[in-house]
């Protein structure tokens, strides 16, 4: 099992970034995927969620409106747009994967957001 993310970087508050995890080693279309993110000093936290037909997503309070999670079983992929970007969502990004009884984790893409 492997997840790969991209997209991270640095943006002016207000900005937009795609973050994009790639998966591969097992049947993506079948398993519910998530981001998580964890910025310095803090614990991880679960930002979004989506099924594995794409129907039911969730965010966390603090994304609502802002990010909108998705996914493109023929590409194997997951993505996270990111918009009207706050300097409090600067942290690492994670894609995340539950195939039981293992959890598997992304290497992580850095997302700064700063003036």
């Known amino acids: 099992v492997q997840l790969v993310e991209s997209g991270g970087g640095l943006v002016q508050p207000g900005g937009s970034l795609r973050l994009s995890c790639a998966a591969s080693?097992?049947?993506?279309?079948?398993?519910?995927m998530r981001w998580y993110r964890q910025a310095p000093g803090k614990e991880r936290e679960l930002v979004a969620g989506?099924?594995?037909?794409?129907?039911?997503?969730r965010y966390v309070d603090s994304v609502k409106g802002r990010f909108t999670i998705s996914r493109d079983n023929a590409k194997n992929t997951v993505y996270l747009q990111m918009s009207s970007l706050k300097p409090e969502d600067t942290a690492v990004y994670y894609c995340?994967?539950?195939?039981?009884?293992?959890?598997?984790w992304g290497q992580g893409t850095q997302v700064t957001v700063s003036s």
């Open positions: 995340y994967a539950r195939i039981w009884p293992m959890d598997y």
């Open positions: 080693g097992f049947t993506f279309s079948t398993y519910y």
């Open positions: 989506i099924s594995s037909d794409g129907v039911n997503i």
